[in-house]
């Protein structure tokens, strides 16, 4: 279900992005937050941009493994498991975007003006995938602590 609805609210945000704003537009939302269209062949944040070929194939590869690790992991350790929907999610909504448009869609733009900061443009898929990562470092963190 977290995985679904990773998907789902991705897809629905990039859908609205891309059928309401052209390639580039920016809106302004908050003083340091924005909504700026791009499209990006790399991996989250637009790194490894010059991978963009071999990245379709490997997050499949990705998502496979990660799907496998899941159904290995029991059901008592739900934070994991969340962690790796959230990660699965992620993975499967830019995925989505890679086959169909051949690039993925970001929108999400944090910046400080003040201090000249612009952090790399982003979408939810990216965000799930980052605190999915978050919660899974934890999480086997804590188990070994314990």
Known sequence: MVAST??????????LVVSSMSLGDTIPVLPWLALH????????????RQFGDVLLPLSLAICGVIIF???TVETRRLWV???????????IGNVIDRVRLGAVVD???????ELQFHFAI?????????VGV???????????EG
Do not use: P, W
Not at 6 to 15: A, G, L, N, S
Not at 37 to 48: K, L
Not at 81 to 91: E, F, K, N, T, Y
Not at 134 to 144: E, F, G, K, P, T
């Open 6 to 15: 990773v998907v789902i609210v991705d897809q629905v945000t990039k859908f």
């Open 122 to 130: 982003f979408n939810v898929a990216d965000s799930a995938i980052c």
């Open 81 to 91: 498991r969340i962690a790796l929907a959230l990660q699965v999610g992620g993975a």
């Open 107 to 113: 929108f999400i733009e944090f910046h400080i003006d």
């Open 37 to 48: 269209y791009i499209t990006n062949r790399g991996v989250a944040f637009g790194m490894f």
């Open 134 to 144: 978050v919660m899974l470092v934890a999480a086997l963190l804590i188990q070994n």
């Open 69 to 71: 690790v899941y159904r």
